[in-house]
């Protein structure tokens, strides 16, 4: 019955370049993401089992920095937004 945060496996200051990667944010309860530093163990071996290993060590690699324009921004926005508006409506 709590809220939820969007908790990232890989942090946004650790990995800036993962933070608007699906594989990297999933749903997690705001005290287990903000108290507990994110329950990073717990949070690797759900992960594991909701994305598989090879994608998990994909996320643990290295990746080059990502440049957003203002204009990539405003995409992903607006594609977040379209997404839980659908979400929404399929929970009606």
């Known amino acids: 019955g709590g809220t939820w945060d969007c908790g990232h496996y890989r942090s946004v200051g650790a990995s800036p370049e993962l933070r608007f990667e699906p594989l990297n944010a999933h749903r997690q309860c705001k005290r287990c993401n903000r108290d507990m530093s994110g329950r990073v163990v717990d949070y690797r071996i759900n992960l594991i089992e909701r994305i598989g290993q090879e994608a998990v060590g994909w996320l ?33």
């Open 60 to 92: 643990e690699g290295k990746h080059a920095p990502k440049k957003y324009t203002i204009e990539d921004l405003k995409k992903i926005k607006a594609h977040y937004r379209a997404e839980l508006r659908r979400l929404k409506k399929e929970g009606a």
